[in-house]
Structures are given as structure tokens and as C-alpha cells.
């Protein structure tokens, strides 16, 4: 049976070639080459399109997107990681339908709870009607980057919380009995023991917020109005509208490069677990 | 060969380089209760497995009744296996185990319907049909497993340690079932086991095993009294072996004395082993037996006393039903026969 | 102490996850289009959301596209999940790797690179390389639900149906598959969940009037702020909450059995 039955997924093999492989290769072909390259004769290969990135300009888009990545990231761990330490010390009957609250709204539609923001910040929106109301002036909450950041705290939180949840959920409850007994404090029991066991679960959320944050074009495109553009924005200008599709594969290499080398950092972060490294 | 169901013939097993099977040849009989018997490692699950068709040898061949079977699916061979931790289908409950074969077969409902009742019957286990496997106690899943095999009326059965997860007891019953049904149904059983007493118990046949190689092929009565080599007289039943030199055709040195005994056929001054079984040495008067010893060890165990002896610098085990005191001198006496010589392995 | 302040803080945070969504609840019923004033109860946003034709488009095109992606990745990613599962170490890794490209990579990056891909080959984009793109993006994910059950399979179980003369076939269709059910249907529902949410690379990937309900409130959204939004929202929300109703009750049913 073995034998033969390994031939099931060559079909899909092919469909991986075509759909996975090849038009990432195509990105790199045309991150490498010039826009008249129509015939074949003319291509040249040339690195001008990444050199056409450093410019101060497009150097600031990525530094933003990077920042505000990183700080939405910090935050989504600041208040993710308590609310996930809180969950797993809910008794048993509460805690499936708590999980649950929690979850429902990462179900609606993210375009739909990044808009709800524009109604509670915008010039008419909620919070300056309000302000109106008692006469005050009003304020720019929307269209800046504390807005951006507030979008995607908003949005990914879920994401922070749940591996840390996982992982806490996991852990050995005598473990921190031990300690306890040992003669530990509460916050040398959480520095000791509770925070190195749940690092594998703090990692995937580091992970798992940094890599939308640094890449979504949908949040800063709403909530940060056409000035201050992250990344995205310029890949998606880029394509669709300069129809620059070289400069814009270069940068589409760029943000892979900068995914996998956060990866890469955290991955050893996690594997000196073992030692006590700390964040 | 006649009356042969399967034959081995120089079977040989790789796993990566390392030897597994090492030109393993025997043949089964019809009707015959034949153990694989050896310690962990021994290659006999593996031979199992290549009569069963899991594994395929790298040389050598199977045989099922004058045929070669080599290149013959699992599917195809009529042989069934009772596997080690039963391997019921979780989804489905007893009856739909049970009938898995014979809907395969594509008999009608009314004769699957019967046959499962019979071998329900069989096994003890009546009315069983719609239970659920994870509501069986571990001796009852054991008993559907046999039962899944058998209801197929296969030719030979093979069973992978079957026994191996039940509680002494139920071992013990177990064992004495499995025989009769054997007899019974008349089908030829090759089992695996590394237990020794249940390898004595339920056997007509045994063939020893270890790392890959047969030791010895016999009764339980013959391997028992005639072990081939010290690795089968320690591997079965409890044995004290000592070291000697065949002086002569039914003469025997060991321990610094001479001994009479049955066996010939040696070279002269040929290095042996000896074996004497724990029960076939008496404890006597001292100085009235055929050496003297002091008894280091008395342990109760029920049947019979078990006690250590040493005597010229060799520790004897004997099982007596009379006991002793711990720094008793005391004499031992044993028979020629029960004296059994092996070259050296 | 301890517990009034964990009380406190939890709620805080669940404050924050509901404010938004219900103030948009809220304004869905609001007569007055502006945000600050009450302009009495009204159900006149969702009537217009009902009139309203791209809506229902996206609406369909969503559904349909969702639910075909989702059936058909389910089949390939099992199929090949039984083929990857029976492979020698090696190539398994290797195959993994890349299929699971897709969960590492960017929305955009793989929304661009197949954008690149149907452009590159003349393909127009509308539905069906809207289609071809949900099922790349599913497959993956299914594949990642079976194989763990797959692995979790009894070795002896398979050989012991092989005993008892089922051919591979038969194996595969009577005693593999029931098994690993539970992960089948846990992958579909995941690549359904995907499919019906997703909105970079459908965004990328289709064109001809094709959109679906995330393309549509893109589009509204940059408009402004709009009622009709906000009535679609509610409708969502019900429907999300109904849903999760279900699946909370089936799963305390079945932990009760």
C-alpha cells in the first residue's frame, strides 16, 4: 500500500509548482529585471530596482511600517498577555464561554471592525460628536499613526493572546507549587517559572501579530489616510496604480526578507529558552 | 515436504544494513501449535510479519502450501493475524469488526449473520454484536480480535504476543482457551512470544530464536530436557550451567570431579557446558550425595523452596520441596540422565 | 484585591474588543446619518441594504466562491495529505515546506504573486482565477488538519484490514478515512472560514464586476462612512454569534455524552 499510495500527491505537487513556486520565482524575476523587458532578447539583469529603494523617501516607509509594526506588536504583548494569563485561571464552567466572547468578534469581517474605528474616530464619528456636544473642539483622532496602531492592536490582539493562552493552559500547575513551596514570591514565580514556560506561546504571537502588522495595506489605507502610506500601501500603489511592477516585486523581496529574518531572531530567542535568555 | 502447510527457506531480513533475519528455514505442519520463541529482538515478529505479508524478505522464500508466496499481498493470503494490541476498528463496533472479512468475501447477510454469531460463541462472548470497542475490557478485545481472525476460517493463524497485555490470571485462561480452540477448529497456529512457560504451555512445537538465527527447533519436552546450547538451556526453564571437559563417551569433568552421564559422541577433552535443572538435584546427608555444598539462600515461592547452594565455588540453584538452613552443610545428589551436556556456543 | 483588579482589567479589554462593533449595532438603527445625533429608531438601513444590488453580487459571489474553493481544497488536501503521509522523510519535508508557503507568506505577497502569475499568462482575473487563488490559499490548511490525524493512525489498524483481505482501496475508503473524519471536517471548515473572509488576495486576484463581501465594504469604506455598513454588520454579527451559539451547544453536548 505504501508505494503506490504516495503517488496521491503528485497532482497536487503540479498544482504547487504552478501556484506556489512559479509566481514567487516570477516576483523574483521581475525584482531583477526592467520594465521593458517585453522581449526576450532585451532583459537584462540588474539590481537597480533595489537600489531605486534607497531612497531616503521609501528608507522612512519602511522604517515606519517596521516601527509601527513593532510597537503594535509590543502592545498587543503588554495587553495580551495578561488577558491570556487571566483566562486560564478561570474556573472550568465560565472559561469555555468566556474563550468564546473572546473569539466572536475576530469573526467578523476584519474590514468591518477596522471601519467600526473610523465611526468612533473620524471628524463626525463618536467621540467628536461627543465633543461637539459639550462644545468642545474637536479632535484628529483618525488618519495618523496612533490610529494605524490603534487598528491593529485592535485586530490582532486575538492572535497575541491565544498562543500564550495555549501555552500557559499547557503548563504544569505543580510546577509553580514547587516554587512556591520552595520559598518564591509571586513575581519571582512568574519571572522563574510561569514566563519561561509560556515563551514558546509569547514567540507565535510575536510572530503571528508582527507579520500582518508589517504587511496589511487594508489598516493604514483606512484608518491612516493616503499621507503617512506603511509598506503595503506602496506595494499596492505600486501595482495597481504606477503599474511598477519591478520596483513593486523588489519590495514585495524586501518584506519577505524582513518576515523571514524576524522569524529567524525569534526562532533563537525561543531556543535559548533553555538558558534564561529574556526578552 | 508432506503434511506441510508453510515452509521457510533461507529467509533473510535487512533493516538498513543490519542482518535481521539471518537464512531462517523451518517448516510448519497442518493442525500444529508452532511458537516462535526468543527474547526481544530475536527477529521473531519480523519472521511473523513476512508470513503474514507485512514485511517482504530481501532473500529467501515463503511457501503456503507448495506455493511461492512471496510477491503475494496480505489481501491475498489465507492467513490471518491476531496483532499484539488487538487492532480493532475504533469506528465500528463488534460485529461490524468481526464481519469485516466476510463482507469483503461478499457473502450474504443471513451467513455473515450466523458465522459471527457462532464465533461469538466461541469465544464466550454471546450477544456481544452491538457493543462498542472502547467499552470491552482488555481480555474481552482480545478475545474479538481472535474471534475477527477466526470467523474467516483462515488456514493458518498467526498471533503477535497476543497474551502480552492481560493480567497473569487471565493469561493463564486464556492460554488453555487458545489451545482448545486450536484444536477444536483444527486450523495450524504459529504464535510469538518471549514467555517461556506460555511458550511450553500451548506449543507442540517450539523454534528458539535469538539475533536473527534459529537455535533450536523441538518439543517443549525435548528443548526442556535436551537444550541444544547454554543460550536455550538459560532461555528455558531455570538451569544451572557449569563449565566442564568430556573425559570420555558417557563420562563427564566438571567441578573437579568426574561424573557419569548419557552422553557421547564428544571429542576427547572437548570443552562443554553442563546442565542440570534446578529440580533434578536432591538435597542429601552430607558427604552421602555426589558433592557437598553450603546452602547460602532459602526463598519460599509456594510450589517449592528455592535454595542456593555453593559447593567448590559454583552457586547451585535448587528447587526442593524440603528445606534448609542458611549455612547448613548438606549433600547433593543428582542422576546420570538428568546431567545434559551441549558443546559450547 | 487580586481578583477585583483581574475583574476589572478583563473587562476593560472586553470593552474594548465590543465598543466598536456595538456602536455600530447601534447606528444601524439611527434615522440621522451623522454620528452625533439620535435621529429616532429606524429600520430604513436595512431595508436599503437589501435594495442594495452590489451588495447582494458580493454576497453571492462570496458564498459561492467560498463554499466551491472549500470543497474542492478539502478533496485535493486529503488526497494529498494520504499521498504526503506515505512518503519517505525526506520528500515529505520537502513537499511540506513548500505547501505550507502560502500560512508563512504575506496576504499581499502571495495576493501579488498570483495577480503577476494570471497577468503574465493573458489569463483575464474575474471568478475563476478568484477561484484558483481561495483553493491555493485553502489547500494548505487543510492539509495541515489531516496529516496530524493521519500520523495519529494505527500502523496495525491498516494492516490489520490488509489481514483480513481488504485491498488498499478498500482500506483506504472503509477504515483510513472514517478515521480521520474529525480532521477532514475541521479543514474544510477552516478553508471556508478562510475563503469567506479573506480580502487581500481575492483583491488582487479578481476583476470583471467578480468581488465579494470584503472587496464591497473596502470600496464603501473609503467612501466614507456609510449606514448601510453598519446594518451589514449587525446582520454579520447575528449571524457570527448564532453560529458560535451552535458550535459552543454541539460541543457541550458532546462533552456531556
Avoid at chain 1, 504583548?77 to 474563550?99: H, S
Avoid at chain 1, 492572535?159 to 520559598?183: C, Q
Avoid at chain 1, 502610506?229 to 499596492?236: C, T, W
Amino acid at each position: 500500500m505504501n508505494s503506490k499510495s504516495k503517488y496521491l500527491a503528485y497532482p497536487y505537487s503540479i498544482w504547487m509548482i504552478i501556484f506556489i513556486l512559479f509566481p514567487l520565482f516570477l516576483i523574483f524575476l521581475y525584482s531583477i529585471t526592467l520594465r521593458n523587458a517585453n522581449e526576450i532578447k532585451t532583459i537584462t539583469f540588474t539590481f537597480e530596482n533595489f537600489a531605486k529603494f534607497f531612497n531616503p523617501i521609501y528608507i522612512n516607509v519602511l522604517i515606519r511600517s517596521i516601527s509601527i509594526a513593532a510597537l503594535s506588536t509590543i502592545i498587543c504583548l503588554f495587553i495580551g498577555y495578561p488577558v491570556a494569563y487571566l483566562l486560564t485561571r478561570i474556573n472550568e464552567e465560565n472559561k469555555g464561554l468566556l474563550i468564546l466572547l473572546f473569539i466572536l468578534p475576530m469573526w467578523m469581517n476584519m474590514l468591518l471592525r477596522t471601519y467600526a474605528w473610523m465611526t468612533i474616530l473620524g471628524n463626525t464619528g463618536l467621540i467628536n460628536s461627543f465633543l461637539s456636544f459639550l462644545n468642545l473642539p474637536k479632535i484628529n483622532l483618525l488618519y495618523n499613526n496612533n490610529a494605524v496602531i490603534l487598528g491593529m492592536v485592535y485586530n490582532f490582539l486575538p492572535f497575541m493572546v491565544f498562543p500564550i493562552y495555549t501555552a500557559l493552559n499547557k503548563m504544569d500547575r505543580s510546577l509553580i507549587e514547587a516554587a512556591d513551596d520552595l520559598g518564591a514570591d509571586s513575581f519571582t514565580i512568574f519571572r522563574k517559572v510561569i514566563f519561561p514556560l509560556s515563551l514558546p506561546g509569547v514567540i507565535s504571537g510575536l510572530v503571528m501579530v508582527f507579520m500582518p502588522a508589517v504587511s496589511t495595506f487594508v489598516i493604514p489605507r483606512l484608518l491612516g489616510g493616503g499621507k503617512n502610506i506603511l509598506i503595503g500601501n506602496l506595494i499596492e500603489k505600486l501595482f495597481l496604480v504606477t503599474r511598477d511592477w519591478n520596483f513593486g516585486a523588489a519590495l514585495s523581496m524586501i518584506i519577505l526578507i524582513i518576515i523571514f529574518i524576524s522569524i529567524k531572531i525569534l526562532n533563537v530567542l525561543n531556543i535559548d529558552k533553555e538558558s534564561g535568555i529574556s526578552l | 515436504m508432506k503434511g506441510s502447510i508453510i515452509e521457510l527457506k533461507n529467509i533473510v531480513k535487512k533493516y538498513k544494513d543490519v542482518k535481521v533475519l539471518n537464512e531462517i528455514s523451518f517448516n510448519v505442519y497442518k493442525n500444529e501449535f508452532v511458537t516462535l520463541l526468543g527474547p526481544s529482538g530475536c527477529g521473531k515478529t519480523t519472521t511473523l510479519r513476512i508470513i503474514g505479508g507485512f514485511e517482504i524478505a530481501n532473500e529467501g522464500f515463503v511457501s503456503f502450501e507448495g506455493e511461492n508466496i512471496n510477491n503475494i499481498p496480505p489481501y491475498k493470503r489465507q492467513i490471518n493475524t491476531v496483532f499484539q494490541n488487538y487492532a480493532l476498528f475504533p469506528h465500528m463496533n463488534v460485529f461490524e469488526n468481526i464481519a469485516f472479512g466476510l463482507k469483503i468475501k461478499k457473502l450474504k447477510t443471513k451467513i455473515i449473520d450466523n458465522k459471527v454469531k457462532r464465533i461469538l460463541n466461541l469465544v464466550g462472548l454471546e450477544n456481544f454484536e452491538k457493543r462498542e470497542i472502547d467499552s470491552l475490557s482488555g481480555g474481552q478485545q482480545q478475545r474479538i480480535a481472535i474471534a475477527r481472525a477466526l470467523v474467516n476460517e483462515p488456514k493458518v493463524l498467526l498471533l503477535d504476543e497476543p497474551l502480552g497485555a492481560l493480567d497473569l490470571k487471565l493469561r493463564k485462561d486464556m492460554q488453555v482457551e487458545l489451545k482448545n480452540i486450536q484444536k477444536t477448529l483444527g486450523i495450524t497456529f504459529i504464535y510469538v512470544t518471549h514467555d517461556q512457560e506460555e511458550a511450553l504451555t500451548m506449543s507442540d512445537r517450539i523454534i528458539i530464536m535469538k539475533s536473527g538465527n534459529i537455535q533450536q527447533i523441538g518439543t517443549p519436552i525435548n528443548i526442556y530436557n535436551e537444550p541444544v546450547n547454554s543460550f536455550v538451556a538459560d532461555f528455558i526453564g531455570e538451569s544451572n550451567i557449569i563449565s566442564g571437559v568430556m573425559k570420555d563417551d558417557y563420562q563427564v569433568n566438571f567441578l573437579g570431579k568426574n561424573f557419569e552421564c548419557v552422553d557421547y559422541g564428544f571429542k576427547k577433552m572437548e570443552k562443554v557446558k553442563i546442565v542440570i535443572r534446578p529440580e533434578d538435584i536432591h538435597i542429601v546427608e552430607k558427604d552421602s550425595g555426589l558433592l557437598n555444598g553450603e546452602v547460602k539462600s532459602v526463598v519460599f515461592k509456594g510450589v517449592h523452596y528455592e535454595i542456593g547452594v555453593i559447593s567448590k565455588n559454583f552457586e547451585f540453584l535448587i528447587q526442593s520441596t524440603k528445606s534448609s538452613k542458611v549455612g547448613n552443610t548438606i549433600g547433593l545428589y543428582f542422576n546420570p540422565d538428568d546431567i545434559h551436556v551441549m558443546r559450547e556456543v | 484585591m487580586k481578583n477585583k483588579v483581574s475583574k476589572l482589567y478583563l473587562s476593560l479589554v472586553f470593552l474594548f474588543l465590543y465598543a466598536p462593533i456595538a456602536v455600530l449595532v447601534i447606528y444601524s438603527f439611527n434615522d440621522s446619518k451623522s454620528r452625533g445625533n439620535w435621529g429616532g429608531f429606524t429600520f430604513k438601513w436595512y431595508l436599503e441594504l437589501f435594495k442594495d444590488r452590489d451588495i447582494k453580487t458580493a454576497l453571492y459571489y462570496t458564498v459561492t466562491i467560498a463554499i466551491t474553493a472549500a470543497l474542492i481544497s478539502t478533496i485535493v488536501g486529503t488526497i494529498s495529505a494520504i499521498g504526503i503521509y506515505n512518503m519517505k522523510t525526506n520528500r515529505m519535508n520537502l513537499f511540506l515546506n513548500i505547501n505550507y508557503l502560502p500560512i508563512i507568506n504575506p496576504d499581499i505577497v502571495t495576493g501579488i504573486a498570483l495577480m503577476i502569475l494570471f497577468l503574465s499568462a493573458n489569463i483575464k482575473l474575474g471568478f475563476s482565477t478568484m477561484l484558483l487563488a481561495h483553493i491555493t490559499f485553502d489547500i494548505p490548511y487543510v492539509i495541515l488538519s489531516v496529516l496530524p490525524k493521519l500520523k495519529q493512525l494505527d500502523k496495525n489498524i491498516t494492516e490489520a484490514a490488509l489481514d483480513l483481505g481488504a485491498t488498499p482501496f478498500y482500506s483506504l475508503r472503509k477504515i483510513i478515512i472514517p478515521q480521520i473524519k474529525p480532521g477532514i471536517i475541521t479543514g474544510f471548515l477552516i478553508a471556508f472560514t478562510l475563503s469567506i473572509d479573506d480580502f487581500v488576495i481575492s483583491f488582487f486576484t479578481t476583476g470583471s464586476g467578480v468581488t465579494n463581501l470584503s472587496i464591497e465594504i473596502y470600496s464603501m469604506a473609503r467612501r466614507g462612512i456609510s449606514p448601510t455598513i453598519n446594518a451589514l454588520s449587525s446582520l454579520m454579527l447575528a449571524v457570527v454569534l448564532g453560529l458560535l451559539l451552535i458550535i459552543n451547544k454541539r460541543t457541550t453536548l458532546q462533552v456531556k455524552e
